[in-house]
């Protein structure tokens, strides 16, 4: 499936609903200062800036602004992000942080929608909807049977973060329709995108970051890995890296592209809008650089159905381990003794 072009596909039809304004906010922050408590200030400026830039753009609706995973500096609670965004935060926002929780830490996202404010009254912040990554990397995120060795006094290499009960799905007016999130690795698992398809998603963000990769090839597979969820669930994906590959995937639901234009900002200017071809993908610059992807979408359709298909081949290389595991032991077990 990673070298499985993107199909050909018309534009969408006209329909009643106004088109979405969507920015994927590309900050890169090296990694080595996204934590420190000297930076955090300047961090937080920086994205405050960015979040204006991607959000203050006049078109057909209020830019849905993309931030990556864990890109607030520090941990976080729900109550210190209500009083850091309140003043201020005019578009909706998707962004990933740390969240502190009473059972610990988790890989986090919340959606915040602000209220539209009265002519000359500060902003207001509607609702905060939060969500965590389920499916935790082993050693990096969790460590297998990590609650076994720390009863035996054994000390962990890396901090056992507390995992989401379900794949996360946020609702909002201001979508038409529910938006599926994962975040980095979940992206690439064909069971995570198809049981968000389950709780209603019908388009996708994924929240990443592959500075950790350099200038290997590993950012270009994950993007190909992402493709292909996207291709054979039939949705329309974007793909916010704090440095890495921010892209925006449009697998041509139902024949009819999704995204209708596009504009970039980057060295502190926009581009003009580009009208949307066949080509299915739209991406920004190599791992390292500070933009922004703007794009108008339509609302996505239902997904192709597809779903069933993709969790059914999670499945499917488990039995084929099963069948050749028997039929080699099967064979042990009629060779002849001695031989």
Known sequence: LPWIPLPT???????????????????????????????????????????????????????????????LPGVWQESWLREWFEPWLGSPLIVGFTLATEKGFSNAVAFLEPLDPEPGQPPTLDTIQLGQKKVLVPFGE????????????????????????????????????????????????????????????????????????????????????????????????????????????DPGIHGQRVVRSHRKWQDGNWSSWVESTDAGETRLSAVGERAILQLIIDTPGPP?????????AHWTGLIWLLAVFWHFWHRREKRPRGA
């Open 304 to 312: 192709t159905g597809q779903a069933a298909l993709s969790r059914a």
């Open 142 to 249: 969790r460590v297998p049977l990590g609650g076994v060795l720390s009863s035996l006094g054994i000390d962990l290499p890396v901090p056992q973060l507390i995992p989401g009960e379900f794949q996360t799905v946020f609702q909002s007016d201001r979508f038409h329709e529910p938006l599926g999130v994962s975040i980095c690795y979940e992206g690439i698992l064909a069971s995570a995108v198809a049981e968000s398809i389950d709780l209603g998603a019908r388009w996708h963000v994924n929240l990443t970051e592959d500075l950790w990769y350099g200038d290997g090839f590993e950012p270009e597979q994950h993007l190909q890995l992402q493709r292909s969820r996207a291709i054979e669930n039939g949705l329309l994906w974007l793909r916010c890296a704090n440095a890495g590959i921010s892209a925006a995937i």
């Open 9 to 71: 596909a018309g534009p969408a039809p006209e329909t009643s609903r106004e088109p979405l304004v969507v920015s994927i906010v590309q900050p890169a922050i090296e990694l080595e200062s996204r934590h420190d408590e000297a930076a955090s200030a300047q961090q937080l400026e920086l994205l405050r800036r960015l979040i204006e830039k991607a959000g203050g753009v006049q078109g057909p609706s209020v830019p849905l602004v993309i931030l990556p995973e864990g890109i």
